[in-house]
């Protein structure tokens, strides 16, 4: 601990990412990247905007804004960019979810929730999972002075169906709703239609994900334009060019190439069932999963033993110390090649 340290710094515990394996030989199941390459229409864009390296990017990001929203179907005003989601929903927190009664969220959900309240001095309480590790919307009936979920929540995969995000934005329409919806794109229900009729609900989407742009960060938000107004207040007092020109033009050339993100998310779609139905054949208890990755639990294995055992034969997968899932799984879901490779060295490990 240095003596120059603020108070605030000397108190986090920070988020901790998923390790990233420096080695070749190793099958990368942690991180729930997409296991394809990228749109070709991504790789020459990005090359095209090379020749704009000298100049800042446009702060705004204004065609980025404006691919979103033609894709979505709203008004570019109604969409905010950032370095990727986390630095979307880090603003989000700070301009948005910041104060005096406490933001809800599960308990079991994206650990950086609660390393974001604990930056910005957010109270907060968790909502404990159901048995089943689903969301239940009446347990979320309290006081509070916000709402964030997940969906489909990470680590579990679990999802809700539009009709209930919808039920909990109109029975909180005095507190904000945000769901974030990393993970959406592998089958679950946007909540993205609600936005027009809701002013108290903003959507966090990104493009590592279904897009296979984790090393480019990008993600959005989409809500009415007086949410959007704050993000961008927060932005500017911290980082006018978060998204620099290579960024911006990848991300319009992926958002524009549906056929490639419609084929490609179908592939992870169907490796995914495919994984499912391995492993229960193996004996694993597989939650139900609307991501591009799996959570399971062998009853005769523990999580941790199970993940070194994995690790050893050059898999990794994603283990959580964590009470009440510490013998889950996270395993993304991977090319036919890898999800192969990972239930033939399962036969032999459980």
Not at 126 to 147: G, N
Not at 161 to 186: N, T
Not at 290 to 317: C, E, Y
Request: glycine share 4%.
């Amino acid at each position: 601990m240095s003596r120059f340290w603020s108070q605030v710094v000397c108190t986090l515990s920070p988020y901790v990412p998923g390790e990233q394996p420096k080695r070749d030989d190793i099958i990368k199941l942690n991180t729930n990247e997409n296991p394809y390459p990228p749109s070709p229409q991504v790789l020459a864009a990005i090359a095209a905007a090379t020749d704009r390296l000298r100049l800042y990017p446009d702060p705004r990001a204004t065609e980025l804004r404006q691919a979103i929203a033609d894709r979505y179907d709203v008004a570019a005003g109604q969409v905010f960019v950032g370095n990727g989601s986390d630095e979307v929903l880090a603003h989000a927190f700070r301009g948005l979810l910041q104060h005096d009664a406490a933001l809800l969220f599960p308990d079991i959900t994206y650990s950086f929730y609660p390393v974001w309240c604990r930056l910005y001095g957010i109270l907060y309480e968790e909502v404990p999972l159901d048995v089943a590790m689903q969301v239940q919307i009446a347990d979320y009936r309290r006081p509070c002075s916000a709402i964030l979920l997940a969906n489909p929540n990470a680590p579990t995969g679990r999802a809700l169906p539009r009709a209930e995000i919808e039920a909990l934005v109109q029975e909180h329409a005095d507190q904000m709703v945000v769901i974030d919806e990393a993970y959406v794109d592998f089958g679950a229900e946007s909540a993205v239609p609600l936005v027009a009729h809701h002013d108290n609900l903003l959507i966090v989407q990104t493009l590592s994900k279904s897009r296979a742009l984790a090393g480019l960060r990008v993600g959005f938000a989409i809500g009415q334009q007086p949410l959007i107004e704050a993000l961008e207040r927060v932005k500017d007092s911290f980082n006018s060019y978060p998204l620099d020109c290579l960024a911006i033009a990848g991300a319009v050339a992926a958002i524009r190439d549906d056929a490639w993100f419609q084929e490609t998310r179908a592939r992870i779609m169907a490796n995914r069932e495919s994984l499912v139905r391995e492993l229960s054949g193996l004996g694993f208890d597989v939650l139900p999963s609307m991501a591009n990755f799996v959570f399971a639990r062998h009853p005769r294995s523990s999580g941790a033993d199970l993940a070194a055992r994995l690790r050893q034969h050059g898999v990794v997968v994603r283990h959580f110390r964590t009470p009440r899932i510490e013998d889950f799984l996270r395993i993304t879901v991977g090319t036919e090649d890898q999800c192969r490779h990972l239930i033939t060295l399962l036969r032999n490990l459980v």
